[in-house]
């Protein structure tokens, strides 16, 4: 599929586990642009406390790979962002940073939490960051332990102003069958918004919404699926707030929940 946006990645350079070199960033948008990818947010790992200098250092880094990009003849357009680890105080800082919204644009925030241990007050944090006219988005909910065990977390997330972001490695099987079949549960079930590479380098974790759009050929259909990999991230460019979220009903829940459960213990 040509146009796709992918908003989760590590494309800065020498600056968190992303890639090593300028070269290799280079090679890991030269393979997004042959995946049919036209743009991506470069969303860096940052934690809570960050400086001046380190912001600085972010913003110079994507503008030399930006810059880079244009004379290497590399059509893909790289939007600032951050994976913002979780912290108590996540609206303050969104606050303060450029670099902590989507594009800089004080709207969207990619969130990701610790993968073993689920943070407490998470769902007051995203309630608070809603009110204030800030979208949370969740960084591959399907990989947090936490959702294994309680699947239905993911809809406490959906009712308090979070969006999800499935990692299309997660689609592809490449965190475990039990990653793949929450992923899978997620999306035949419209809770999910985008899907994002998390791409940290040019082979292994790299860019791959094309392979995960064909895997999903067989599940989904066409326009939900464009709607995950085009008109959503779009909608974050265009300062577009998404906010009919579909979250599973109500009176569905527990033999639902108890035939998930079933389903990813095997
Ligand atoms: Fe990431």
Same mark, same amino acid.
């Given at each position: %599929? ?24 280079? !090679? ?21 406390? /960050? ?11 994507? !503008? ?18 951050? !994976? ?34 689920? @943070? ?20 591959? +909910? !399907? ?42 549960? %997620? ?14 380098? +040019? ?38 707030? /998404?906010?009919?979220?579909?979250? @599973? ?18």
């Amino acid at each position: %599929m040509n146009g796709m946006i992918d908003i989760h990645n590590h494309v800065v350079f020498k600056f968190d586990d992303g890639p090593q070199s300028l070269e290799e960033a280079l !090679e890991m948008l030269q393979i997004a642009h042959e995946q049919g990818i036209s743009a991506v947010f470069a969303t860096s790992h940052f934690a809570e406390n /960050i400086s001046e200098d380190l912001e600085g250092e972010y913003f110079r880094k994507l !503008e030399q790979l930006r810059e880079a990009a244009e004379e290497k003849d590399i059509p893909v357009a790289v939007y600032s962002g951050a !994976e913002l680890f979780f912290h108590h105080y996540l609206e303050q800082t969104i606050k303060n940073h450029r670099v902590s919204t989507l594009a800089g644009l004080q709207q969207y925030a990619l969130i990701e939490f610790p993968l073993f241990l689920m @943070p407490s007050g998470v769902e007051d944090v995203l309630f608070n960051l809603s009110l204030n006219n800030i979208i949370p988005i969740i960084a591959h +909910p !399907e990989r947090y332990s936490a959702l294994q065990d309680k699947p239905e977390k993911a809809i406490a997330f959906l009712r308090h102003g979070g969006l999800l972001q499935v990692n299309a490695g997660s689609i592809l099987g490449e965190f475990g069958k039990q990653v793949q079949k929450l992923a899978m549960w %997620m999306l035949e079930n419209r809770m999910v918004h985008f899907i994002g590479s998390d791409a940290h380098a +040019p082979r292994g974790r790299t860019f791959k919404l094309q392979e995960a759009v064909d895997y999903l050929r067989n599940h989904l259909d066409e326009d939900y699926i464009r709607m995950l990999v085009q008109e959503n991230p779009l909608k974050i460019i265009n300062e577009i707030p /998404i906010r009919e979220v579909h979250v @599973p009903e109500e009176d569905e829940k527990p033999s639902f929940f108890q035939r998930l459960k079933r389903r990813l213990k095997g």
